[in-house]
């Protein structure tokens, strides 16, 4: 029998969440109710963390909150309190699953809660927001988001039948084991393009003989930000930072921006860092018509990848940017890192004669690299493109040397 923590506002949403309930129970497990509802409570089930304790837990004051009467003060109260509360009862060993329902408000305090808590844990939304985009609300956990199709608001002969699903979903989850593999590899995470695919691939077989398991990463914004997340939670024991991508969409606006914050999390851990400027020559958007009219003056090159994908070059002034940030990442690292350049493009496409091959491009990022970054930092480049087998190969060589180092 296992405990799930059904959080969600139970004084607009008591009969559903009451319903929920019996489903859980009804399949043997024990629910652990947190309200998070700021003008009342239910009284159809018992309530183990009440309304008060969740806003005083975002640092507010329930009475507060109620007498201003304030929504959009009490959604932001609850959505920092609920994750603190769902952490505390996790690390007490209190519960082994979460669920909650709700439109877009409840959704976002649900969901606080739920990405508060480590990768593997089970996690089920309920939300009118799931059919979406759900960003905002999975961020980079693994939250399971159902659509509620009707509106959480009473129980019938639709929601009657999602919420028995969800309750059956969050069941099967707790009541599940995962198999142990029978020898624990050290992990190493790789990030990865389409146009850095090949290079991955090699380091990955190269590395998996040698004893350790990659996790690849695809670069599309959220892809960089669980990788970085992952590598927060202690969960990884070096980076192999092929694919870069994401710093041309944060510079130039494209749609695969993972924010300034990319590139830190292996230096603030401590843990072994290898650097490459993989595809730092294209930005992301969807359709030319997501472009930004100021890169549509003629003097940018366009490449559709795919029917979703537009790529751009970026320029000489976006590949300085880079270079800079690049450093300042490295020189605040707290471990190992270096970084491997290659020479002849560090994409397919800015292979030699390919369209997006501009050689001023790629030296003014790798100068600005070079003039910024610590004299300890080691830079090697060599002579060959990132998908070439000589790149992958000093890739996996420079990537066990810096664990070497870390010892």
């Not at 077989?205 to 599309?220: I, M, N, P, Q, R």
């Not at 369209?355 to 300890?376: G, I, V």
Request: with cysteine; charged share 25%.
């Amino acid at each position: 029998m296992a405990t799930i923590l059904m959080i969600g506002s139970f004084d607009t949403k008591d009969d559903e969440y009451a319903f929920l309930r019996e489903q859980i129970v009804a399949r043997g497990h024990e629910v652990l109710a947190v309200n998070t509802g700021v003008m009342g409570t239910t009284e159809s089930f018992p309530v183990g963390v009440e309304a008060e304790e969740v806003a005083s837990a975002g640092d507010g004051d329930l009475g507060r909150l109620r007498a201003d009467k304030d929504r959009g003060e009490a959604m932001k109260v609850m959505s920092a309190g609920a994750p603190v509360v769902a952490k505390r009862l996790y690390d007490a060993g209190t519960v082994d699953g979460i669920i909650g329902m709700g439109g877009t408000g409840g959704s976002t305090v649900v969901a606080s809660a739920m990405r508060a808590l480590p990768v593997g844990f089970p996690k089920v939304c309920v939300s009118t927001a799931a059919s979406g985009d759900t960003s905002p609300y999975v961020g980079t956990k693994d939250v399971t988001m159902i659509p509620s199709i009707v509106d959480v608001a009473g129980i019938n002969r639709v929601s009657r039948i999602i919420f028995t699903r969800a309750a059956g979903a969050i069941c099967g989850m707790v009541e599940s084991s995962v198999p142990e593999a029978a020898d624990e590899k050290p992990i190493i995470t790789a990030s990865m393009f389409g146009n850095t695919t090949e290079c991955v691939d090699a380091c990955r077989a190269s590395l998996g003989d040698k004893g350790y398991e990659l996790l690849v990463f695809h670069a599309t914004g959220t892809g960089g930000k669980t990788m970085e997340s992952l590598v927060r939670e202690g969960l990884v024991d070096a980076v192999l930072d092929v694919t870069t991508t994401e710093w041309a969409d944060t510079v130039c606006g494209g749609v695969f921006d993972a924010g300034p914050d990319r590139l830190s999390a292996a230096g603030e851990m401590g843990i072994p860092h290898l650097i490459a400027p993989g595809c730092v020559d294209m930005a992301n958007f969807t359709g030319m018509d997501s472009v930004p009219e100021r890169f549509k003056d003629g003097s940018r090159t366009f490449y559709e990848w795919n029917p979703t994908v537009t790529l751009m070059r970026t320029n000489v002034e976006e590949n300085r940017q880079m270079g800079k940030a690049f450093a300042e990442k490295a020189n605040a690292a707290k471990g190992p890192v270096a970084f491997l350049i290659p020479t002849k493009g560090v994409s397919i496409l800015d292979g030699d004669g390919e369209m997006f091959c501009d050689r001023e491009a790629d030296q003014a990022m790798f100068d600005a690299l070079k003039k910024d970054l610590n004299d300890d930092i080691r830079v090697v480049e060599i002579h060959a493109n990132i998908n070439d087998e000589a790149f992958s190969a000093k890739a996996v060589e420079m990537m066990l040397e810096l664990i070497a180092e870390k010892g």
